[in-house]
């Protein structure tokens, strides 16, 4: 089993498993998206949330502190999502009067963070890595790192 296919199975259970906790916070009528590669994870008619499950990052004395595969440590300044997600909101919102929001959320370590997407790249950049992304082989692939200072607790979230 290669290591995406692991990160995949392990995500898809943890988005069941939150479910229950962000619909807590969006509503219950948030819904679970069935389609295996959705752009984001959960729906509902004015919003979409993509969960992002992170259990090697541990957020610390105010910091996010991640540990790599190898051990290596170290605090995050930003943490990144694929682009093609924030391409997906931004295409479904070109063109409409009723614009939906669109939120990452992080789950890390059974904490949840989240970050409203904007479009002005001030609290975020993109970056292009050139990596294994757990396929066994290097791709390119372009990456929203969002700032953490951007990055904010879900119980904070103001509907």
Known sequence: MTQFD???KKGKESEIKSLPDLQDVF???LILDDEMFAHFDYYKDDLMCELKTRDDIIFKDNKFHYTTRNGRKMILDSIYFDAVKMRFA???????KNKKRFFIIWKCNNEYFYWEMKWGK????IEEQDRDFGHGYKQVRDVINVRVKYIKPLSSISL
């Open 90 to 96: 931004f295409q479904h919102n070109k063109n409409k």
């Open 122 to 125: 001030i609290e975020y950049f």
């Open 27 to 29: 509503g219950k009528d």
């Open 6 to 8: 692991k990160d995949y």
